[in-house]
């Protein structure tokens, strides 16, 4: 039972420290761990080139990456073989760190159990013998616990976002917390009570292993979505039968005050099929792909000739330091 911690944070800064405390509490419930620094690595972004995503339709390969000289091979292998997670990210502007979105974009379509399990089916059905299909650690069920720290309240949209890396990649998250009004370097240290809370974090998520994924119990702050526990709802159209979503994993549901004035998000059976976090909505989404984004109009081979007057109009600035088309690598000075 492998326990993986990660931190988004300063070299030993409040985030390092609660992640730290978290995998101390995995370990004593009896997790191998293993501890990294995002900081330390160096992840290209995401193009968009969309290979991943075609060598899994069109290949049921395993959605290799077209980026190379990076260490997000390393990390990839780190996550597809743990069995338990417990990610911390410090809160930059009420999100994760842009350094964790770089993974988790990285860790998009090409992880995605939905896809994954169509690639496997493809594979299958059309006897494709060569190259990788998907990582079969990917099905593994696997926990998490979601960790954001931040120097105030402005925190809206760290754990939505952190949570996405684990609904993508059917983890299933055990425990989330938000710390707040953690400033100072090293503060969280006078904090006994927080310390606390993550090392029961850690802790809950070798046990919820132990027990099997499957029976494991919730123990992070209920939030509104009854499905994944998110606190943000997205108020949509107005005249539309179901004006509200949860921000995470996209369930319609209703948004309704009690005398008492408590709110509550409320999504009916007949809703929860649809939501993102179950493999019903991300099989419904990839055939919503298939029907209506990725199918070309009958004109589309009129694309480039539509498009010449934009690729016409105006020559992007380029950085002032480097020649025309190159780009910059980790620490290269200007
Ligand atoms: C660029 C930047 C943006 C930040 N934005 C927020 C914010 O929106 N909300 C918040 O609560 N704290 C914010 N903070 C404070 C950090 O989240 C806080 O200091 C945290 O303890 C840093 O974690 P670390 O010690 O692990 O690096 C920000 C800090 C930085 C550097």
């Given at each position: 039972?492998?326990?993986?911690?990660?931190s988004c944070?300063?070299?030993?800064?409040?985030?390092?420290?609660?992640v730290k405390e978290a995998l101390m509490g995995a370990e004593e419930a009896g997790a191998e761990v293993q501890f990294l620094r995002l900081q330390d690595y160096y992840i290209k972004p995401c193009t968009g080139c969309n290979s991943c995503a075609i060598d899994i339709m069109e290949k049921g390969g395993g959605g290799a990456c077209s980026l190379k000289n990076d260490d997000f091979p390393f990390i990839d292998d780190l996550v597809m073989d743990c069995d338990g997670l417990v990610l911390g990210s410090p809160i930059y502007e009420k999100s994760p760190t842009g350094l964790f979105k770089t993974l988790e974009d990285r860790m998009g379509p090409s992880?995605?159990?939905g896809f994954r399990i169509v690639a496997q089916k493809i594979r299958e059905e059309k006897g494709i013998t060569t190259g990788t299909g998907p990582d079969p650690r990917a099905f593994k069920p696997r926990a998490a616990s979601l960790i954001a720290v931040g120097g105030s309240e402005w925190d809206t949209l760290a754990l939505p976002i952190m949570g996405m890396f684990c609904l993508t990649?059917?983890?299933?998250?055990?425990?989330?917390?938000?710390i707040n009004?953690?400033?100072l370097?090293?503060?969280?240290t006078f904090h006994d009570d927080k310390l606390a809370r993550v090392h029961r974090s850690g802790k809950h998520v070798a046990e919820s292993l132990k027990k099997g994924v499957e029976n494991a119990e919730y123990i992070g702050e209920p939030g509104m979505c009854p499905l994944c526990h998110c606190k943000l709802i997205e108020v949509r159209h107005g005249n539309d039968p179901y004006p509200c979503i949860c921000a995470l994993c996209g369930v319609r549901g209703t948004l309704t005050t009690d005398a008492d004035g408590q709110v509550r998000?409320?999504?009916?059976?007949e809703d929860r099929p649809?939501?993102?976090?179950?493999?019903s909505g991300k099989f419904e989404h990839l055939q919503e792909l298939a029907d209506v984004s990725l199918k070309p109009p009958a004109n589309y081979g009129e694309a480039n000739a539509r498009s010449q007057k934009y690729r016409d109009y105006l020559t992007p600035l380029m950085p002032p330091a480097r020649e025309k088309g190159k780009k910059a690598e980790a620490g290269e000075e200007l």
């Open positions: 039972m492998k326990v993986l911690g990660i944070g300063r070299r030993m800064g409040n985030t390092e420290i609660m992880h995605d159990q990649m059917q983890m299933t998250v055990v425990d989330q917390i938000l009004w953690i400033g370097p090293k503060v969280v998000f409320t999504v009916s059976d649809h939501s993102h976090l179950l493999l």
